[in-house]
């Protein structure tokens, strides 16, 4: 079972401006590693408009809250980086196109693209990864051992 271990969220949304739009703020702390194999966990809040006892259960506001990384020294591609990058080779083949996610050399000869590519604004149509789920710490840990000089093991 997940658990949550906190979250705030207003009780209820604030009054809609002239154009009919609001905004509300969402937070939450570490979510902890409630799935090991993904960084972190998506949440979504339900909300119901003007209806209160009746709301539309594909009405909802999602987020992901990522696992903060624990620091582990310089990381090193076999503990650090290609269980993280080892992941996306799985879940995006298409990707052996350009780079082997999962291949300590193709890494490393493709580290400027990919660094590039992660460090572009999420809302960037080229961010790396595609699917946004890659978390700060995670993504600082693989910048780090490309700046530390590209260790192996």
Same mark, same amino acid.
């Given at each position: 079972?997940?658990?949550?271990?906190?979250?705030?969220?207003?009780?209820?949304?604030?009054?809609?401006? @002239?154009?009919?739009?609001?905004?509300? &703020?969402?937070?939450?702390? #570490?979510?902890? *590693? %409630?799935?090991?194999?993904?960084?972190?966990?998506?949440? !979504?809040? @339900?909300?119901?408009?003007?209806?209160? !006892?009746?709301? #539309?259960?594909? *009405?909802?506001?999602?987020?992901?809250?990522?696992?903060?990384?624990? #620091?582990?020294?310089?990381?090193?591609?076999?503990?650090? =980086?290609?269980?993280?990058?080892?992941?996306?080779?799985?879940?995006?083949?298409?990707?052996?196109?350009? =780079?082997?996610?999962?291949?300590?050399?193709?890494? &490393?000869?493709? @580290?400027?693209?990919?660094?590039?590519?992660?460090?572009? %604004?999420?809302?960037?149509? @080229?961010?790396?990864?595609?699917?946004?789920?890659? /978390?700060? /710490?995670?993504?600082?840990?693989?910048?780090?051992?490309?700046?530390? !000089?590209?260790? &192996? !093991?």
């Amino acid at each position: 079972s997940i658990v949550h271990r906190s979250a705030s969220f207003p009780a209820a949304a604030p009054p809609t401006g @002239a154009s009919g739009k609001t905004s509300f &703020e969402l937070s939450a702390s #570490d979510s902890g *590693d %409630p799935r090991r194999f993904i960084d972190g966990q998506l949440y !979504g809040v @339900a909300y119901a408009r003007g209806r209160p !006892g009746n709301p #539309d259960p594909w *009405d909802f506001v999602s987020g992901p809250v990522h696992t903060d990384s624990i #620091d582990s020294g310089t990381p090193t591609w076999n503990d650090d =980086v290609e269980p993280v990058l080892g992941r996306y080779k799985k879940l995006y083949p298409f990707m052996l196109n350009f =780079v082997d996610l999962g291949s300590y050399r193709s890494v &490393e000869d493709n @580290a400027a693209a990919i660094q590039r590519a992660s460090a572009l %604004p999420m809302a960037d149509p @080229a961010h790396m990864p595609v699917t946004r789920d890659l /978390s700060d /710490s995670k993504r600082r840990m693989i910048f780090d051992r490309f700046a530390a !000089g590209m260790p &192996e !093991g």
